[in-house]
């Protein structure tokens, strides 16, 4: 069993969609033949209003706890969609949804089959009793057809195609699952007796991350636990193997306002049970660490940092001796290929050669801080270096230039691990 997990935090996306490659290169090819990308047909205003109408009626019918409703804006000539969609039902109405939601953003947002039909682009907002101060927000594109002068959801992947992902939502995989622990929400599919001893991790990890992060945060967390690896990649809209070795992942519903309403934890169940029982506690307590620490966190904040803080406070209080820890590094120390640098974002990239490296590296970054100026002072380097960066917050809080800070730490790693 491993000792050493593996955890991460999902920072947001970039401004830019990810699938607007999509876009320019339909664009591009269009150019170069001659030819032109198949347009989204155009729809009436009529047509918008019916499809808000069907949008209400799924809301209402989801915060009512009422199925024949429910069923009744799905097509019922689309027998294999009706099926998942009353499974669907059926894991809603067991959240405690404080509400829930759809907002049309446009029609005609990708080709549809014939007539009859309108490509829906539509924006799912949600939120769970006592865990979520803002809903979480989704993207959801939704094919609708007219029939008997109805109109129904047919689909929420016909736009896949055209590059039109709908995100994927826990009560997509399968039968849900929901456990309440004193401190948290576990979701996912499976038995609720596996799902109970999340809920007992997580329980355990707030008073730890209450005892390094003084900050105000919900002492409270949402884990979601799919089924499977494929579960967790669709969960990420992202390919299986990105985070085949990542035991446990960080999202949140991020504002402007620097808040997070809605932070999730998001564990690969094949990955999590090769852990001992130890590396399972390190790992829900690091991406709690996360949760805590979110609305500190800036792309200022410098991934050394941010994961080494994490980490820092996953061992607290373990006992764990640092060559325990940090095996890899040590190996490299031992063998004469010390690290000459603090850990680059890059090094944190899931298929980066060296990550265990990273991880313990930075680790090793804050415990030093920590032994040396204080655990307070370590909080306080936190937070400044989510406002103005690395280089100023080590200035301002330590009084030493990166470089300076380096050869300190370079020389703790060694004094560690040797």
Same mark, same amino acid.
């Given at each position: ?27 591009? *090819?269009?150019?170069? &033949? ?16 019916? +499809? ?15 199925? #024949?409703? $429910? ?7 689309? #027998?294999? $969609? ?14 405690? =949804?404080?509400? $829930? ?8 947002? @990708? ?16 939120? =769970? ?11 959801? %594109? =939704? &094919? ?30 399968? &039968? ?9 929400? +576990? ?7 596996? *799902?109970?001893? %999340?809920?007992? =991790? ?6 730890? /991350? ?14 979601? +636990? ?5 579960? *967790? ?23 402007? &306002? ?13 990955? @999590? ?10 790992? *829900? ?26 980490? %820092? ?14 095996? !890899? ?18 090094? @944190? ?29 370590? /909080? ?10 690395? #280089?100023?917050?080590?200035?301002? !809080? ?21």
């Amino acid at each position: 069993m491993n000792l050493r997990p593996r955890a991460r935090l999902r920072r947001p996306p970039a401004a830019v969609p990810a699938r607007t490659a999509w876009t320019v290169w339909t664009a591009a *090819l269009a150019l170069l &033949t001659g030819c032109s990308a198949p347009a989204p047909a155009a729809h009436p205003r009529s047509d918008d209003a019916a +499809v808000r109408a069907v949008l209400a009626a799924r809301s209402h019918a989801v915060l009512a706890h009422d199925r #024949t409703a $429910f069923l009744a804006t799905v097509d019922p000539a689309a #027998t294999a $969609f009706r099926t998942a969609q009353a499974q669907v039902f059926t894991g809603l109405e067991r959240l405690p =949804l404080s509400s $829930f939601g759809y907002r049309l953003r446009s029609t005609g947002a @990708f080709p549809v089959a014939g007539p009859g039909q309108v490509a829906a682009d539509t924006e799912l907002s949600y939120g =769970l009793r006592g865990y979520d101060t803002a809903p979480v927000t989704a993207r959801a %594109y =939704l &094919t609708l057809r007219r029939s008997g002068g109805h109109w129904y959801v047919t689909s929420q992947t016909g736009g896949q195609a055209a590059g039109r992902h709908t995100d994927v939502q826990p009560w997509d995989l399968g &039968t849900l699952t929901l456990v309440t622990g004193a401190r948290s929400l +576990v979701l996912g599919q499976g038995g609720a007796a596996a *799902l109970r001893g %999340y809920a007992g =991790l997580a329980d355990r990890a707030v008073p730890v /991350v209450d005892s390094v992060w003084p900050g105000a945060w919900a002492h409270r967390a949402i884990v979601e +636990v799919p089924g499977t690896e494929a579960g *967790l990649a669709a969960l990420l809209d992202a390919p299986p193997a990105a985070y085949q070795d990542i035991a446990a992942v960080t999202t949140a519903e991020l504002r402007g &306002t620097g808040s997070a309403p809605a932070d999730r934890v998001i564990v690969n169940p094949q990955a @999590f049970a090769g852990l001992s029982a130890l590396g399972r506690r390190v790992v *829900l307590t690091h991406e709690l660490t996360h949760v805590a620490t979110r609305t500190a966190t800036t792309s200022r904040t410098p991934l050394w940092l941010s994961e080494g803080f994490a980490d %820092y406070a996953g061992w607290t209080g373990t006992g764990t001796a640092a060559a325990r820890i940090a095996p !890899e590094l040590r190996h490299d120390v031992t063998t004469g290929h010390a690290p000459e640098l603090l850990p680059s974002d890059a090094d @944190f990239a899931s298929t980066a050669a060296g990550l265990p490296q990273a991880y313990e590296g930075a680790w090793l970054a804050c415990r030093l801080v920590a032994a040396r100026w204080g655990q307070p002072k370590l /909080v306080a380097l936190y937070r400044a270096a989510g406002r103005s960066g690395p #280089t100023a917050a080590l200035h301002d !809080e330590l009084g030493l230039s990166v470089q300076q800070f380096t050869d300190q730490w370079r020389a703790y790693v060694k004094e560690q691990l040797t």
